[in-house]
Nanobody, 122 residues
Framework: QVQLVESGGGLVQAGGSLRLSCAAS????????MGWYRQAPGKQRELVAT????????SYADSMEGRFTISRDNAKNTVYLQMNSLVPEDTAVYYC???????????????WGQGTQVTVSS
């Protein structure tokens, strides 16, 4: 079983930066994809960015591309989200997501972290 633990959220002023981390723990699996999603109060959860672990290929939601950067450290089973030029509209709970597969399995499973609050003040 894979567990995800996020860190790095907090309060920042508009125009500032934050770096979120998501560490995967467990054994006997491969992680194929990791991503960040966010959910603002009263809104649906939305995609922020994803990364393919093996290749490093990334994708971003249109509104985040250019301001946010997703990266990974495969040795640490950790994915990062560098967020720059933050605006109040970026205020949300940010969730880490992973698609993982046990060594013996033929299909991916999905796991979510507990979320970390990011608040951007104007």
């Amino acid at each position: 079983q894979v567990q995800l633990v996020e860190s790095g959220g907090g309060l920042v002023q508009a125009g500032g930066s934050l770096r979120l981390s998501c560490a995967a723990s467990g054994s006997g699996f491969n992680i194929n994809h990791m991503g960040w999603y966010r959910q603002a109060p009263g809104k649906q959860r939305e995609l922020v960015a994803t990364i393919t672990v093996s290749s490093g290929v990334t994708s971003y939601a249109d509104s985040m591309e250019g301001r946010f950067t997703i990266s990974r450290d495969n040795a640490k089973n950790t994915v990062y989200l560098q967020m720059n030029s933050l605006v109040p509209e970026d205020t949300a709970v940010y969730y880490c997501n992973a698609m993982w597969r046990p060594y013996y399995a033929s299909w991916d499973r999905e796991v979510w972290g507990q979320g970390t609050q990011v608040t951007v003040s104007s």
